[in-house]
C-alpha cells in the first residue's frame, strides 16, 4: 500500500546541519513535498521538487532525491533554533488518468535544535 | 496575497452538537481539501473537490461528516452530531491544477 515513512525525532545542536529523510512507496509521483508545522500552527510548504530532478537548492534548504531507493531528504543548513518544528514528507498521487490524487503524509520528524 | 482562510480557529463543543467548519481558498485556486490530524492517526485526506465539485470523498469517516462547496470561495465541512472521537484538527487546503497544495491554519476542534 501506499506508506510515508520518516523518523520521528531529531536533535542537533544550532549551527550545525539538520538531514530529514523520507521513504515513499509509489514510484508514480511526481512531485515530493516537505512541510513544515510550528505548535499550534498549520502546515507551512517549505520546498517541494518533481520526480524529474535529482536535487534542488532553495537558500538554507537542500532537497535529495534518489528514485531508485525512493528516498527523499531534506538538508537544512546553519540550523537556528526557529527551525525547532515538525517536518512532514509528502508524496502527490494520481489517480488513473493523471488528475490531482492525493497527498499521503508521513507522521512527521520532530525537529529539536539545541543552543 | 491572503492564503486559505479557515473558521473557527478553535471550537470546543458538547458531544452531540452540530459542528461547522469553514473555509475559503486562495483566489484562483481549482482544487480544495480537507485533512483531519491526529496524533494516531496523522494527516488524512477527507474529501477534494476539484472545480467545486467533490471528486473523492473515500476518506470521510461515516455519515456524520458531509462537505460542501457551494462556489469556489467557499467550502463548510459540517459535523452532526459530534462525538469525542472526533476532536482533531481539521485542515483546509487549496491548490491550483493541482500541484502545490497551500494549508490554513487549521480548525482544532475539541467534543467534550
Known amino acids: 500500500g501506499e506508506d510515508v515513512e520518516q523518523s520521528l525525532f531529531l536533535s542537533v545542536r544550532e549551527g550545525d546541519s539538520s538531514v530529514i529523510n523520507c521513504t515513499y512507496t509509489d514510484s508514480s509521483s511526481t512531485y515530493l513535498y516537505w512541510y513544515k508545522q510550528e505548535p499550534g500552527a498549520g502546515l507551512q510548504l517549505l520546498t517541494y521538487?518533481?520526480?524529474?530532478?535529482d536535487m534542488k537548492q532553495d537558500q538554507r534548504l537542500t532537497v535529495l532525491l534518489n528514485k531508485k531507493d525512493k528516498h527523499l531528504s531534506l538538508r537544512i543548513a546553519d540550523t537556528q533554533t526557529g527551525d525547532s518544528a515538525i517536518y512532514f514528507c509528502a508524496e502527490l498521487l494520481r489517480n488513473y488518468g493523471g488528475s490531482q490524487g492525493n497527498l499521503i503524509f508521513g507522521k512527521g520528524t520532530k525537529l529539536s535544535v539545541k543552543p | 496575497d491572503a492564503g486559505v482562510i479557515q473558521s473557527p480557529r478553535h471550537e470546543v463543543t458538547e458531544m452531540g452538537q452540530e459542528v461547522t467548519l469553514r473555509c475559503k481558498p486562495i483566489s484562483g485556486h481549482d482544487y480544495l481539501f480537507w485533512y483531519r490530524q491526529t496524533m494516531m492517526r496523522g494527516l488524512e485526506l477527507l474529501i477534494y473537490?476539484?472545480?467545486?465539485?467533490?471528486?473523492?470523498d473515500s476518506g470521510m469517516p461515516e455519515d456524520r461528516f458531509s462537505a460542501k462547496m457551494p462556489n469556489a470561495s467557499f467550502s463548510t465541512l459540517k459535523i452532526q452530531p459530534s462525538e469525542p472521537r472526533d476532536s482533531a484538527v481539521y485542515f483546509c487546503?487549496?491548490?491550483?491544477?493541482?500541484?502545490?497544495?497551500?494549508f490554513g491554519e487549521g480548525s482544532w476542534l475539541t467534543v467534550v
Open positions: 473537490f476539484n472545480n467545486n465539485v467533490p471528486i473523492d
Open positions: 521538487i518533481f520526480s524529474n530532478m
Open positions: 487546503a487549496s491548490s491550483f491544477k493541482g500541484n502545490t497544495i497551500y
